[in-house]
């Protein structure tokens, strides 16, 4: 199975901070890696598919990036409804596992 | 507009089964794979697999491929996860979630498991 990271774990930010997430596979899964925003009590969120691909009707400030393995997602000015858990998952292969998650919350 | 309605809350005791069902509208239901997600209290989001509604192949993770069995009904639009020999740590809330890149997901059925 392929293995995925994150880090940070948690981030403590403030409204308008640029904040980065970084998310590595354990071997390459091309660039197919999906980013996930959920809030506590809601569904998960797609944000980010293909790694760079904004889904329509997500804000601009998010953003993804790829360097091999390693993929970032981007917030480029923190706004009060951005604090939430942030997962990758990668769906190159089965099982389409997700990274442990990234929390966001105010400083 | 795409729906995803999932079935209500269950509360089940160890060693029983719970299934899970997921109704699709808004869009053509065998032209996309649904997956099915939970999310342990205080865990992080787990993949439990996925079928294919036009074939009903699936795809089931490591961790539960004894246990889980999807199904769909293409008649009503209706996707259905089925896990046996409940336990404790399957207290979770079970999403199903429209295609590889889950655009659309279900609001969520919880499952408690206990005696």
């Known amino acids: 199975d392929i293995q995925m990271t994150q880090s940070p774990s948690s981030l403590s930010a403030s409204v308008g901070d640029r904040v980065t997430i970084t998310c590595r596979a354990s071997?390459?899964?091309?660039?197919?890696l999906n980013w996930y925003q959920q809030k506590p009590g809601k569904a998960p969120k797609l944000l980010i598919s293909?790694?760079?691909s904004l889904q329509s009707g997500v804000p601009s400030r998010f953003s993804g990036s790829a360097s091999g393995t390693d993929f970032t997602l981007a917030i480029a000015s923190l706004q009060p409804e951005d604090f939430a858990t942030y997962y990758c998952q990668q769906s190159y292969s089965i099982p389409f596992t997700f990274g442990p998650g990234t929390k966001v919350d105010i400083k | 507009q795409v729906q995803l309605v999932q079935s209500g809350a269950e509360v089940k005791k160890p060693g029983a089964s719970v299934k899970v069902s997921c109704k699709a509208s808004?869009?053509?239901?065998?032209?996309?794979?649904m997956h099915w997600v939970r999310r342990a209290p205080g865990q992080g989001l787990e993949w439990m697999g996925r079928i294919n509604p036009n074939s009903g192949g699936t795809n089931y993770a490591q961790n539960f491929q004894d246990r889980v069995t999807m199904t769909r009904d293409t008649s009503i639009n209706t996707a259905y996860m089925e896990l046996s020999s409940l336990r404790s740590d399957d207290t979770a809330v079970y999403y199903c979630a429209r295609g590889d890149a889950s655009d659309y997901w279900g609001q969520g059925t919880l499952v408690t498991v206990s005696s």
């Open positions: 071997q390459t899964i091309s660039s197919y």
């Open positions: 293909a790694a760079f």
């Open positions: 808004g869009y053509t239901f065998t032209g996309y794979y």
